[in-house]
C-alpha cells in the first residue's frame, strides 16, 4: 500500500506503531480504494463519498487534447523506435540509452503534468492510451509515409532481437500438440518441447547451453485450450500503453516513464487495461532482467509497478481469472531458473539425474528473480487467487518442479586434507534464494490452510511433494545411507511437507496418519534432516575447518531468526514426525552412528573410534545428547500456541542479553507471511514483551558510548521461565549460550535462591498433541537406556572425554523419561518374572521406571589388547562367548544367551541395519539371516580389527545404584544420599514437585531419585537397599602412567589458570588505579587533579616520566621532555550570545537566524570600527581575536622525551595498519591512555625552589613595582641560543600557527605586519583561558580544578609564547603601560594631524592588555609584578566601566550624579567612592561631545531602567567580573594556587581579594562596594582626565561611533547549539523538500548545521568549490574545521573535524529509545534531550577526538 505524505498526515485514525518507510520513487496513492485499504483508514478527504456531485466536464473542453494527445503518444513512441539501436552483443549501449532519454525527458515531462490535472485528463489519456483503432492506424507502417514504414520495421527488428515474434510472421515455434487422450495434467521427458513452455530462446544462447546436460529429468507439460500458444515468445500490441510498455521495459524502467504509468493508476480503466498489459509482458520483462547490468535498479522499478497491481484482490484476481496469472508467472519463474542448471553432486555423483541450480551464477548471486518471487508471494497472500492455485494439480506439480530445483543446491564437501584454497561465497545466495523463492510463497500458501474446509488444499500438496521427493530419492539414487562427509543445508521439499503436515494437525484436524507415507519413506526422509544436524555438531568440533569459515557461515545463518523457522525448525519437526512413528531403537541407533559415536559408548575405559579423531568425540557426544534432548522437548509444532511460542521464543532471546525493541522484533522468527497472524507490533507482541520484560531508559556512559532504550527479562521470567533448550535452539553463537547462563546465574545468586554454579534449569514441557505421543516411545527404549547407563558408568569411573555437559543431559533425558513414563506399573512383581521379558541381554523391559532398577552383572567388550581390562581373569560364572550375566534383583537366577559380535559397541549399529532391511524386504525371515553389506560405508564390521580383543568387565550396578554413587561423588562425600521419604513420608503421599526448579547436579539426582521412587514401589525399596549397604570407601585405584600423564597435564593446567587469573585480577587492578588517576575524558569534578608541573615543595626540579621509554627526570636543554597535546582551532567562543533566549533551528520559512548578536560578530565590527578611525597597529594592540578560529591546547596530561617522540612518529609512518589519523600532519595517538594528538609541548626546565621565591610577597610600594615592570619590559629579550628546546619550541609555534587558517590570524590592513603575530600569539592565550572559563560553567564559583583544569597546560603554553612574544618590543613610546601608569604633558597629545591617532586607552580591551603586559615580561613572573600589573589594569577597567555607565544613563540621571558627586570630590577616601569618580568621569566627557547626539540612536542605548545605587553597583560589578575571573584563572595557573569556592553573589568580593586587591580590613565590610579594590598609580582624577580627553578629542568628529566604542558587552552566556523540535517529522517535512541557496536544487542528501542553522549539500558535486563540498567548506567557515551536521534523511548526526569525519549517533529517538538510522524503521522519532545535551557538552570542551573512536578520512567529499 502505498500512500502520499499529505493522506498520510490527514488520516484519522492511525496506530501508534504504524511505521511509514518514505519511498524516493514515487507511485500512486491508494488512499480512497477500498480494495486496497479499509475505509476507516482513509484521510478526511477521501472518506467524503461525494462522487454523485462531481460535474461533469464539458466534452469540448477535451476536444483539442483528443485530438492532439494520440499524435504526441505516437510521436514519442516513433522516437524510441528510432533511438533503439540493436548493438551486436544483444545489450544496448547505456550511453545510447540514455541519450535518447535525456532529448525526450521534456515530452515524458509533459506528460507526467498532464497526469496531475485530475481525473478528467488521466480518462482522456486512459482513452488515447487503450484505444486500438488510433494505434493501428497511426503505427502500421501501411501507407505511403516512408519514415513511419522505416519506424514499423525498426519496431519488428526490436521484437525480433528480443526472441518475441510479432504472431503474423507465423513463426511458431515447435509447439507439440496434447494428444486426444492426454489429460490436463501430462507428465513426460524432456525430449520435446513442452506444451506453453515453448521452446528456449533461440537468440538466447546462454538458455540453450543451460538446457544441454539435463538429461532425463522430469518435465511438466501444461495443456489448456485457453491458453495463449506460447507464453514466453508470443506478444502482440494492439494500443499505445502496450507498445509503451515494450519500450519502457527495452529501456530498462527509465524512472521518468516509471511515474509517468504510475501516476496514471488512479483512472480504474487504465488500471484495468494496464494490469493486463503489464501480465502480456511479463515474460518479455524477467528475460530483459536477466541481461541487465542495472539489475538491481531495473528490479526496484518493476516492483514499484508490480506492488501497486497485485496489493489490489479484486484486480488480481480478474487478472488470474482472464490472462492465466498464475501460469505465466510459474512458468516465467521456471524458465529463468532453467538458465542456472547443473547436475546434482549429492549422494551419487556419476549416476545421479538430479539438476539444481548453481549458486554462483549472477541470476542467484545478484538476486535478479527477487522481483518476480517478490510479485508471486504478493499476489499468493490473496485468498481467491491462492485457492485457484491450490485447486489446480498441474500448477502444483509444476511448482514442486521448481522447488526441487533447490534441493540440494550448495553441497559442501568435507575437506579431509588440504585446506581449501578459495572459500566460495555463494551460500548467502542460496540461503537467500531458498528463503525467498521457496519458503515465503510457502508461508503465503499456509496461511489459506487454516480451517479444516481447507483439507483437501493440504491433501494436495502433501501428495505432490511426496511426488516430487520419490523422484528426487530416485534421481540421486538414494538407498539407505547417506554420502559421507557431505552436506546440503538445503531441503525445501522436506519443509513444504513437514510446514504442510504441521498446518494440517494443528489447524485442520486432520489425521496425521492419513497423509503419512510408508515405512520405508520416513526412513528415507529423515536422513537428510538428520545428516544436517550432525553436521551442525562436526561443524562446531571444528570438524569442517579445512573448508574455511564459509561452512561456519552456513551453519550460522542455518538457525539465525531470519530463516530458522523456514530451516531447522520443520528439519526438526519432521524428525520429531519421523521418530514418533518409527521403531525407537532403530531412530536412536541411527542418531548416534549419524554422530559418529558409536564406538565411544562401550564400557571399556579404552577404545578405537574408526571414524572420529579422539579430540572431536566430546563435542561430538555433547551434540548428539543435545540434539537428543532438543528432539525430545521442542514444543514449537508439537502442542504450543501461538501466543506460548511467542513468549517462549522472547524470553530465549531476553535471557541472552539485554534486547532493543526492534533487535527483538527483528530476532523472533516471524512468519514471513504479513498475514500470518503473529505481526510485528501487533497488540499481542506487545502485550507478550510488556508481561517477560522491564523496559530501561537509555542511559549513557561516562566514556562517551550511548546507550538505547533496553528490554530486559523481569525476575518471575528467570525464576520460572527460562528454558535453556530454546536458547540452545535459538543461538548463532555459541557464547550466547553461555551469557544466558551466567545471566541466570547471577539472579539465583541476587536473589539468594541458589548460592554454587547452578545447572540449566529441567522445566516442564506442554503437553504433546496426541497425534505425537509416539515421540516419547524414545525415552522408553532399551537402546537409549543402554546409552544413558553406559554414560552413566564411564562418568563415575572418570573416563576420558566426558564432560559435566554430558552428565547434564544424560540426567536430563532420564528425567524426561520418568516425566513421560507410561501408566504406573500395577503389578510389580508380575512384570518382571515373565519370561518374554528378558529377551535381551541388557533390560528386560522398555520401560524406563523398571530399567532404572535392574542390575547389570557383566558386560562383554572390545577392547584394545593394551586397555587395563585385558589383564583380568574372567569370572567363573561367565562362559567366554557369554554376553554379561544378567541379575534380577528379586530373582538370583543367572540367565545367559548366546549372541555372536560384541555387547554394545556395535549393537547400535547392527540393530539399526537389521530394521531397515526388515522394512525393505518386507520379510523377517530374511533379514534375520542377512545384514546387507554397504558399499560406501567407513565403518569397520564387528572385530575386523585385529588389535581388538574381548574382555569381560564386572559391572553389577543399575542405573539407580550409578546415580546414588554420582551423587556421593558430586557431593565428595561418602553416604551423602539419603532418601528424603524416610523422614517425611508425606513426601510420597503429595509430592509438590515444582514446575520448574533451579539446582546442580546434586539436586537433579535428588529430583531424579525421588520422582522414580514415586512412580514405583520397587524403585523405593531398592533405593533404600542401596542406601542401607554402607559404601566401602573407594580403594585408591593404581594410576597408570598414561593416566597420570594427563593427570599431571590437568594440574600443570590448573595452576596455569590460577596464575592467569592472578595476573589477569592484577592487570585489572591496575588498569583500575590508571583509569581513574589519567583518564578524564568525562570524569567527575571532584577528582584530584593531575599535578603537570607543580610538585612537593622539597624538590628541588620539576620531574617528568617519559611514557615511552619508562625513563624520569627533569626536562633540560639538550634533552627536552614535552606534553602531549591536542591543537586545534575553535570558533565554540564565536557563539557566545549576550541573550539567553535560546536560538531555535528554523523548520517554517518566516524563521531565520541571523548571526549579528554572536560574539564573533560583535568583536568583528568593534575591531573593523576601531581599524576605521585609529592607528591600525595601536588597533591590533587594544583587541583579541581567536574568536572564531582561535587555537585551543589540551593535553592528556603525559609526558614524554621529544627524541623519543620523534622515533615513535617514525615507527607510526612505517606501520602500514590503516589508522584512523594522519602521521604525515602530525596526528598520533598518545602512547600511554592512547588519545588523540597532534603535537608536543615543550617543557620549560626551572626549579620549583626558584618558583617558591618568586611567590613570596615584598614589601615595595606600589610605585616601585610600577618602575620595576616598566624595566623588565623595555629589556630586548634575545632567543635563547640554539638548543633542543628553543628549536622544539619554535616548531610547536609553527603547528599553533597552522593549526588555524590564515584569515583567523591575518587581521592587518599591511599583510605580514609583525603586528599580526603578536595579537595571534596573545590571543592564544586569551582564547585557552576564556575557553577554561566556559568548561567551568561561565563563572568560579566552584572552585578548585575543573576536568578542563585538568587538561589544561596554560603554563607550559605561557612559556612558549612569553619566549616568542619578547623577539617583539613595543616601542617605548606607544607601550599602553606609560599610559597607564603615567601623566603626559598635554602638547604631547598635538601631534602630527595627518597620522591616525592611536586607540584612545579607554577603548582597549583590558584583558588583552593584561596578557601583553605578563607575556612581555621575563618569565618565570614573580606574584608582586604580577598583582602590580592586575592593579593598575583594575583602575583602567573600573574608569570603563563608569564611562560606559555614563553613557548608559539618560541626562537628568547624569547631571544629578555630576552634582551628587562633585560634593565629595574631597573627602579623604574620594578616589574609592564610584559616585565621586563617576561624577568626575561624567564632568570630563562632558567636555566633549559624547553627550550631545540626543535622538533615536541614543534612546536605543539609554537603558529604560531607573537607576538606583544597588543597580549601579551591580552594573559595575558585572563589568569587571570577566575581568576578574580570567586574572584569577591565569595566577591559578601561573602560581599554582587554589580557586577559592564561593556563592555566585559573592564571586567579586572573593576572586578581588584572592587577587589581592582588596585590602584586608575591607573583606569584611557590608554592603561590599566594588570600588573598595581600587589602588590608584597616580592621583585618581588625574589620570581619569588624561584618558578622558584621549575620548573628547575623537569624539570632536564622530560622536556616535564614540559612544558605542564605550559600551562594550561583557556579560556573554554561555554557547549553545541551537535548540531542536520535539518531533523529529517536523524537520523532516520542512528540510528533505527544500531547495539549496547555492545550487537551488532539492539535494540528494540534505544537511544542516547544529550551530548555525545553514542548510548544506551533503556530498553534492554541485555545490562544491575548488574540490570541497559544501559540508567541509562550511566546518570551515563556521566551526574552523569542527562542524555539526544533522542528516535529514538519517536523523544522524556526523561530526567533522579537520580532515576527518565521524558518525556521531542520532539524538532523536523512538519511543522504545532507539534510534532509527536512516529511517528505514520509520518509527515517530522524539528528542532525547540526554542525548543532545551529550553533544553538546563534547562540542563546548572540544572532546570529540577522544569520545568518538571511529573516525575516517572524508577526503573533502562531504
Known sequence: M?????????????????????SQAGGACDCGDSNVMRESGFCRRHQIKSSSNIPCVPKDLLMMSEFVLPRFIFCLIQYLREGYNEPAADVPSEKDLSKVLQLLEPQISFLEDLTKMGGAMRSVLTQVLTNQQNYKDLTSGLGENTCAKKSHEKYLIALKSSGLTYPEDKLVYGIQEPSAGTSTLAVQGFAGATGTLGQLDSSDEEDQDGSQGLGKRKRVKLSSSTKDQSIMDVLKHKSFLEELLFWTIKYEFPQKMVTFLLNMLPDQEYKVAFTKTFVQHYAFIMKTLKKSHESDTMSNRIVHISVQLFSNEELARQVTEECQLLDIM??????????????????????????VVNCGEALLKNNTYWPLVSDFINILSHQSVAKKFLEDHGLLVTWMNFVSFFQGMNLNKRELNEHVEFESQTYYAAFAAELEACAQPMWGLLSHCKVRETQEYTRNVVRYCLEALQDWFDAINFVDEPAPNQVTFHLPLHRYYAMFLSKAVKCQELDLDSVLPDQEMLMKLMIHPLQIQASLAEIHSNMWVRNGLQIKGQAMTYVQSHFCNSMIDPDIYLLQVCASRLDPDYFISSVFERFKVVDLLTMASQHQNTVLDAEHERSMLEGALTFLVILLSLRLHLGMSDDEILRAEMVAQLCMNDRTHSSLLDLIPENPNPKSGIIPGSYSFESVLSAVADFKAPVFEPGGSMQQGMYTPKAEVWDQEFDPVMVILRTVYRRDVQSAMDRYTAFLKQNGKFPGNPWPPYKKRTPLHPSYKGLMRLLHCKTLHIVLFTLLYKILMDHQNLSEHVLCMVLYLIELGLENSADEESDEEASVCGPERCHDSWFPGSNLVANMRHFINYVRVRVPETAPEVKRDSPASTSSDSLGSLQSSRRPKVLQRENSGTAQVFSLVAERRKKFQEIINRSSNEANQVVRPKTSSKWSAPGSAPQLTTAILEIKESILSLLIKLHHKLSGKQNSYYPPWLDDIEILIQPEIPKYSHGDGIT???????????????????????????????????????????????????????????????????????????????????????????????????????????????????????????????????????NTEPKKLPITEEEQIYPWDTCAAVHDVRLSLLQRYFKDSSCLLAVSIGWEGGVYVQTCGHTLHIDCHKSYMESLRNDQVLQGFSVDKGEFTCPLCRQFANSVLPCYPGSNMENNLWH??????????????????????AFPSETNLSKEMESVMKDIKNTTQKKYRDYSKTPGSPDNDFLFMYSVARTNLELELIHRGGNLCSGGASTAGKRSCLNQLFHVLALHMRLYSIDSEFNPWRKLTQLEEMNSQLGNEEQQPEVPILYHDVTSLLLIQILMMPQPLRKDHFT???????????????????????????????????????????????????????????????????????????????????????????????????????????????????????????????????????????????????????????????????????????????????????????????????????????????????????PKDPAVCLVCGTFVCLKGLCCKQQSYCECVLHSQNCGAGTGIFLLVNASVIIIIRGHRFCLWGSVYLDAHGEEDRDLRRGKPLYICKERYKVLEQQWISHTFDHINKRWGPHYNGL
Request: proline share 5%.
Open 1428 to 1642: 602590580c600589573i592586575v592593579k593598575v589594569l583594575f583602575a583602567l577597567l573600573y574608569t570603563q566601566a563608569l564611562a560606559a555607565l555614563s553613557v548608559k544613563c539618560n541626562e537628568e540621571d547624569r547631571s544629578a550624579w555630576k552634582h551628587t558627586g562633585a560634593l565629595k570630590k574631597n573627602t579623604c577616601d574620594a578616589e574609592k567612592s564610584y559616585k565621586v569618580l563617576l561624577s568626575f568621569v561624567i564632568s570630563e566627557l562632558s567636555k566633549g561631545k559624547l553627550y550631545h547626539e540626543e535622538g533615536a540612536q541614543e534612546c536605543a542605548m539609554v537603558s529604560p531602567i531607573a537607576w538606583s545605587s544597588e543597580s549601579m553597583e551591580k552594573y559595575l560589578q558585572d563589568f569587571c567580573l570577566p575581568f576578574l575571573r580570567i586574572t584569577s584563572l591565569l595566577q591559578h595557573h601561573l602560581f599554582g594556587e587554589d580557586l577559592p569556592s564561593c556563592q555566585e553573589e559573592e564571586e567579586f568580593s572573593v576572586l578581588s581579594s584572592c587577587l589581592g586587591l582588596l585590602p584586608t580590613f575591607y573583606q569584611t565590610e557590608h554592603p561590599f562596594i566594588s570600588a573598595s579594590c581600587l589602588d590608584w598609580p597616580v592621583p585618581a582624577f588625574d589620570i581619569i582626565a588624561q584618558w578622558c580627553s584621549e575620548i573628547n578629542s575623537f569624539t570632536e568628529r564622530h560622536a556616535e561611533q564614540g559612544k558605542a566604542l564605550l559600551i562594550q558587552e561583557s556579560r556573554w552566556k554561555l554557547p549553545h547549539l541551537l535548540q531542536l523540535p520535539e518531533n523529529y517529522n517536523t524537520i523532516f517535512q520542512y528540510y528533505h523538500r527544500k531547495t539549496c541557496s547555492v545550487c537551488t536544487k532539492v
Open 2 to 22: 502505498s500512500l502520499c505524505a499529505e493522506c498520510f498526515t490527514r488520516a484519522t485514525t492511525r496506530d501508534t506503531t504504524s511505521t511509514c518507510s518514505r
Open 330 to 355: 510459474v512458468t516465467v519463474l521456471l524458465y529463468m531458473m532453467e538458465s542456472c542448471l547443473i547436475k546434482s553432486e549429492l549422494q551419487d555423483e556419476e549416476n545421479s539425474l538430479h539438476v
Open 1004 to 1138: 537433579a539426582v535428588e529430583r531424579i531419585l525421588l520422582k522414580a521412587a514415586l512412580q514405583s514401589r520397587m524403585n523405593k525399596r531398592i533405593i533404600e537397599e542401596i542406601c542401607r549397604k554402607v559404601t566401602p570407601p573407594v580403594p585408591p585405584r593404581k594410576v597408570t602412567a598414561a593416566e597420570k600423564k594427563t593427570l599431571d597435564k590437568e594440574e600443570r593446567r590448573q595452576k596455569a589458570r590460577e596464575r592467569q587469573q592472578k595476573l589477569l585480577a592484577e592487570f585489572a587492578s591496575r588498569q583500575k588505579s590508571f583509569m581513574e588517576t589519567a583518564m578524564d575524558v568525562d570524569s567527575p569534578e571532584n577528582d584530584i587533579p593531575m599535578e603537570i608541573t607543580t610538585a612537593e615543595p622539597q624538590v628541588s626540579e620539576a620531574v617528568y616520566d617519559c611514557v615511552i621509554c619508562g625513563q624520569s627526570g627533569p626536562s633540560s636543554e639538550d634533552r627536552p621532555t614535552g606534553l602531549v597535546v591536542l591543537l586545534q582551532a575553535s570558533s565554540v567562543l564565536g557563539q557566545c550570545r549576550d
Open 1256 to 1277: 613570596r610577597p615584598s614589601n615595595k610600594s606600589l610605585q616601585d613595582l610600577i618602575k620595576e615592570v616598566e624595566e623588565l619590559q623595555g629589556r630586548p629579550g
